[in-house]
């Protein structure tokens, strides 16, 4: 298979797969997903979920957000971890968007990137999820996937990212990036992965990866 064809075999699989593609985080405006975004770094999607509606009870939009003091915010978000630092960025973010943008997020990366406590990725998610403008946010499915399918070399997700958007045609950038987390969790996960069920990797995959993973599996049978 040539790079071009095992490409469109992870578009056409992945369309088949997850033709109606959910989205991870809960969230019911461009506000509430950067927050959301914000919180679910190292942790998970499931926790940030159960916790964004007690926060966003309390403010779902900067002007409230502001009313609530920093040790406020940081109690509620306690059990998503990192909370002294996502705490203070919530805070101090609500704040920029009321004074430098009329409360309300911009769509623009370079905006999303000067705000406190936004990186590359949350921005990516937000220009993406909220307003629809393409980009490749990488996180460790997609890095994980790309390296396991031999469509990156996997150094780094900044290079993960370059290879995605350099193989992968602009207009289904929101949709992949997306359809590769799900597939990642659900099929092609870091631990407990089981290739038989993994069709994409065992078709396209890495050889030493597919090699390791079988001298693995024997190992474990021994």
């Known amino acids: ?49 159960q916790i964004t509606p007690l926060l966003f009870e309390r403010a ?35 704040h920029i968007l009321i004074d430098k943008h009329q409360g309300e997020v911009p769509a623009s990366f370079e905006d999303l990137e000067a705000l406190p406590a ?12 909220a307003f629809g403008i393409p980009a490749f946010p990488v996180d460790t499915h ?12 996997g150094k780094n997700v900044v290079q993960t990212e370059k290879d995605a958007k350099r193989l992968f045609p602009k207009e ?3 949709n992949l990036h997306l359809q590769i987390i799900w597939y990642g969790r659900e099929y092609s996960p870091a631990r407990g992965w089981d290739l038989d069920k993994d069709i994409i990797t065992r078709t396209i995959g890495r050889k030493p990866v597919i090699k390791e993973y079988h001298k693995k599996t024997k190992r474990k049978a021994r």
Not at 18 to 26: A, G, M, N, T
Not at 67 to 92: A, D, F, H, N
């Open 60 to 94: 779902d939009n900067p002007y409230a957000m502001i009313k609530l003091s920093q040790e406020e915010i940081r109690e509620i978000i306690k059990p998503v971890g990192l909370s002294p630092m996502k705490s203070k960025g919530i805070y101090e973010l609500s």
């Open 142 to 153: 997609i890095h994980r996937l790309m390296y396991r399918w031999g469509l990156s070399n």
């Open 172 to 174: 289904k950038w929101n």
């Open 1 to 49: 298979m040539t790079k071009a064809e095992k490409v469109q075999f992870v578009i056409d699989t992945l369309e088949e797969l997850y033709p109606k593609i959910p989205i991870p985080l809960e969230h019911k405006d461009p506000y509430t997903l950067l927050i959301a975004v914000l919180l679910s770094a190292q942790s998970t999607d499931v926790k940030v979920n």
């Open 118 to 129: 936004v990186g590359h990725k949350t921005a990516s998610v937000v220009m993406s999820q």
